[in-house]
């Protein structure tokens, strides 16, 4: 079946960048669209952006444009993502997801990564 | 962006339908599409896809769940509810990017 497993909890510092990463199995890793969405209490949920493991190609939130950058490894069916330049503000928990590009919905999902900022 | 306005929470007794309500900014349906989406969140957990495209049911989940609306008024009802259906639902757009969430309604036991 399809799983989506996400690296543990990040204590990082302000400044600081980090890297997640979210392993896959049980589908065609080559063909997906992955994307990455941040989840905030109250704020709810927000798209980051995809990517396709195909060939690379992204798409972002231009929210998040200089924030996140996006890559993965087809060799181990890992999709990753950076966070830069860390605030208050990214602290979040932050969730993987297989992306249907046909119509848009996000169909499976990690168990998401906890980040805290802080010194 | 698209915004998505759902209620903060509705209070249902065990056996009951319940009725969740999303209201888009702007139509969220193309031709005969209706791009909006629905996930259940329990705490501690990722969403699961519940409902795509307005009324069509995600591989495994149960008859219960049904989803239905068009342009910008859209509903996931829940009928009879049952105790493992306690969480938070949000609904999501695809007609426009960034696809956008409603804020979520937190589903709770009268």
């Known amino acids: 079946q399809v799983k989506l497993l996400q690296s543990g909890a990040e204590l990082v510092k302000p400044g600081a960048s980090v890297k997640l990463s979210c392993k896959t199995s049980?589908?065609?890793?080559?063909?997906?669209?992955m994307s990455w969405l941040k989840q905030v209490p109250g704020p709810s949920i927000e798209w980051i952006g995809w990517i396709y493991a195909g060939d690379g190609g992204t798409n972002y939130n231009q929210k998040f444009k200089g924030k996140a950058t996006l890559t993965v490894d087809k060799s181990s069916s890992t999709a990753y993502m950076d966070l830069s330049s860390l605030t208050s503000e990214d602290a979040a928990v932050y969730f993987c997801a297989i992306y249907s590009s046909y119509m848009g919905w996000f169909a499976y999902w990690g168990q998401g990564t906890l980040v805290t900022v802080s010194s | 962006d698209i915004v998505l306005t759902q209620s903060p929470a509705l209070a249902v007794s065990l056996g009951q339908r319940a009725t969740i309500s999303c209201r888009a900014s702007q139509s969220v349906s193309i031709s005969r599409y209706n791009l909006m989406h629905w996930y259940q969140q329990k705490p501690g957990q990722q969403p699961k896809l519940l409902i795509y495209?307005?009324?069509n049911l995600a591989s495994g989940i149960p008859a219960r769940f049904s989803g239905s609306g068009s342009g910008t008024d859209f509903t996931l009802t829940i009928n009879p509810v049952q105790a493992d259906d306690i969480a938070t639902y949000y609904c999501q757009q695809s007609r426009e990017s960034p696809p956008t969430f409603g804020g979520g309604t937190k589903l709770e036991l009268k």
């Open positions: 495209r307005a009324s």
């Open positions: 049980g589908f065609t890793f080559s063909t997906s669209y």
